[in-house]
């Protein structure tokens, strides 16, 4: 069954500590993203790769990273410079290259991050 | 730059009655997409709209895409317990923006 595995479902951070959340995707997209949601403000985009070894920069990439060394996968890491990792984070993928894509979008299930 | 903004934040509905969730976009859309969101979960692909004025049905749901292509709705007709969740846009002008969606609370 094609889908977005994403994981853990919920994550902890210690002060200072850089976390890895995993995102595989099993669809043969091309594209993919990672979002933010906090309540009550939608979903802010964080990085997208539109391409193996490609990716940009979204709206809040500040204190984040990502790699695409496969396309299957495209792992987000909460470095400690990001000062309220709190939130939930989703990934994304969909088809379309060569520029962003206008396909709709396919969503994992989520992590919940928070700080211990 | 490309801002899509969505009203109302919040709708609390009586079961069986009728609302209207409305979309409105800074820039002029080459496409509009939506999403629901059920408490707990991921955001679901609902549908895609891509020409001035149209309007596509999902049952219930009437989506609505406006002639400036700057503006969409969605109507729900007859809400039901299984509509709870938060409806997002998104609107795609030169990336897909999401607005920050209607969450839907249902009183029977």
């Known amino acids: 069954d094609g889908g977005i595995t994403q994981s853990p479902k919920y994550l902890f951070r210690k002060e200072g500590q850089n976390v890895t959340l995993s995102c595989e995707q099993n669809l043969n997209h091309d594209a993919m993203y990672w979002y933010r949601q906090d309540p009550g403000q939608g979903l802010r985009l964080i990085y997208y790769?539109?391409?193996?070894?490609?990716?940009q920069k979204g709206d809040i990439a500040e204190g984040y990273s990502v790699s695409r060394e496969k396309k299957e996968s495209f792992p987000l890491t909460v470095t400690s410079a990001q000062k309220n990792p709190t939130a939930f984070y989703l990934c994304?993928?969909?088809?379309?290259?060569?520029?962003?894509?206008?396909?709709?979008?396919?969503f994992g299930d989520g992590t919940r991050l928070s700080i211990l | 730059g490309q801002q899509v903004m969505q009203i109302p934040q919040y709708q609390h509905v009586q079961e069986g009655e009728d609302f209207t969730t409305y979309c409105n976009s800074s820039t002029t859309l080459s496409n509009i997409q939506w999403y629901k969101q059920r408490p707990g979960g991921h955001p679901v692909f609902l549908i895609q709209?891509?020409?001035?004025?149209e309007v596509k049905k999902q049952k219930r749901l009437t989506f609505q895409f406006g002639e400036a292509k700057k503006n969409s709705s969605l109507h729900i007709t007859a809400t039901q317990t299984t509509d709870v969740g938060t409806y997002f846009c998104?609107?795609?002008?030169?990336?897909?923006?999401f607005g920050a969606g209607t969450t839907v609370t249902v009183r029977a």
């Open positions: 998104a609107g795609f002008g030169y990336k897909l923006s």
């Open positions: 790769s539109q391409i193996v070894n490609d990716f």
């Open positions: 709209l891509v020409k001035s004025g």
């Open positions: 994304a993928s969909s088809t379309g290259t060569g520029g962003w894509s206008n396909q709709p979008q396919h």
